[in-house]
Every structure is written in structure tokens, then in C-alpha cells.
């Protein structure tokens, strides 16, 4: 069993920047962050092999966000540079244990950070 405690996130105007972090209690395969903006589906934003040290973007956010990890203190983050409205969403993030799947399908990770809300005003 793996547990997820975010942190960060926020208000920023557009063209801000806002950092999201992830601690992870255990070892994980992959970690990753999605969104969820209101009546819309909840999607992957980009992800990370925690042990290989790939990244994933969602097209949306290539050359804006970047994530990374901090092995020694088992932490994924996000920075997220160049906001736009449009990125203001719920953010998750999410590790698995397990291995295969799409890294953007949330049906693919087992554990599940509270969430974090990120507002861009314009």
C-alpha cells in the first residue's frame, strides 16, 4: 500500500507559474498528474517511470509544465510555468505499482493523492 500526500497549487494569473508536489510512502512503478476541470473528464497531464526517469506530456502542457521526481525523498513534482486559464483544474496525483498500461489512463494507477486545486485567472 502506497499513500500520496500533495502539496502546492493555488491562484496565480495567466502566464504565473505554480509548483505541485507528490510524496510517495513506498516504491512505485510510475507516478503521475492528472486534472479534472468541472463536468469535464478527469485527464493525464504527465507522468514519470519513477525507476527509468521517463517523461510523459499530455500535448496540452508540452514546453509549460515539467515534472520531475527527487529520488532520495520519494517525491514527484510539477512545475508549471506559463499558466493559461484553461489549466485551472483539480490536480491529482497518482502512483502505481503495477506494471504496463498507458501512463495517461487514470485506470492504470492504483493510489490517488486528496487533490489540489490550481486557479488561473485571466
Known amino acids: 500500500q502506497v499513500q500520496l500526500g500533495q502539496s502546492g497549487g493555488g491562484s496565480v494569473q495567466a502566464g504565473g507559474s505554480l509548483r505541485l508536489s507528490c510524496a510517495a510512502s513506498?516504491?512505485?512503478?510510475?507516478m503521475g498528474w492528472f486534472r479534472q476541470a468541472p463536468g469535464k473528464e478527469r485527464e493525464g497531464v504527465a507522468g514519470?517511470?519513477?525507476?527509468?526517469?521517463?517523461?510523459k506530456y499530455a500535448d496540452s502542457v508540452k514546453g509549460r509544465f515539467t515534472i520531475s521526481q527527487d529520488n532520495a525523498k520519494n517525491t514527484m513534482y510539477l512545475q508549471m510555468n506559463s499558466l493559461k486559464p484553461e489549466d485551472t483544474a483539480m490536480y491529482y496525483c497518482?502512483?502505481?505499482?503495477?506494471?504496463?498500461?498507458?501512463?495517461?489512463?487514470?485506470?492504470?494507477?492504483?493510489?490517488w493523492g486528496q487533490g489540489t486545486q490550481v486557479t488561473v485567472s485571466s
Open positions: 497518482a502512483a502505481t505499482d503495477r506494471y504496463g498500461g498507458s501512463w495517461s489512463n487514470s485506470k492504470n494507477y492504483n493510489y
Open positions: 513506498g516504491d512505485t512503478y510510475r
Open positions: 514519470i517511470y519513477t525507476r527509468a526517469g521517463d517523461t
